[in-house]
């Protein structure tokens, strides 16, 4: 991926198989790939998905209700759980897979988030759920001076939990560590 491209090349002998052109800007790009689509974000607070055996784009979700501060796009990888994509773009959204159709998004500092974000944006990574039922997504993010950490429902994009620390108490406790051993 560079800006504005996305390529695929044999894995043999490294000649071009396919070449798509004019997206949008991937940002930090770390691809999903899941039964033969191509899933990742760009900048522009972007979703996108496309078919590798052509690379044709399929589909893309404009994260309007994003606060204009996340126009940097989608910060980390995608992951997929069940028939469901979770990205972040400025707010975690979802995906049906087999419908390709937008389920919801849960956007920062509104009501059904439940959480307020300093300077009201969400640049964060997504970690796989809960092992034991799948029912779950944690999210993990901040900025500069704070870090927040999420357990959303992946079913009513409602936050079980969520809680805030500063990066000076997170350096203590590191701090703290290190001294004792």
């Not at 770390?30 to 607070?45: H, I, K, W």
């Not at 059904?112 to 039922?133: C, E, R, T, V, W």
Request: aromatic share 14%; with cysteine.
């Amino acid at each position: 991926m560079t800006p504005g491209n996305v390529f695929c090349f044999d894995s043999q002998n490294g000649e071009s198989i396919w070449n798509s052109s004019g997206m949008g800007r991937a940002r930090n790009p770390t691809p999903v790939l899941a039964d033969g689509l191509f899933y990742f974000g760009f900048e522009e607070r972007e979703v996108g998905c496309l078919d590798v055996n052509n690379g044709t784009l399929l589909w893309t979700f404009q994260n309007i209700h994003a606060p204009e501060e996340a126009r940097k796009g989608v910060s980390a990888h995608a992951i997929i759980k069940g028939d469901r994509l979770f990205a972040v773009s400025g707010s975690v959204s979802a995906h049906n897979l087999t419908t390709r159709r937008f389920l919801w998004q849960a956007v920062p500092g509104q009501t059904n988030f439940g959480i307020s974000f300093p300077y009201g944006h969400m640049k964060a990574n997504l970690l796989h759920g809960d092992p034991f039922d799948g029912k779950y997504v944690y999210a993990t993010g901040g900025n500069f001076s704070n870090l927040n950490f999420f357990k959303i429902d992946t079913e009513s994009k409602r936050v079980i939990w969520g809680s805030n620390a500063t990066w000076g108490a997170f350096f203590s406790f590191l701090w703290r560590l290190h001294s004792v051993s």
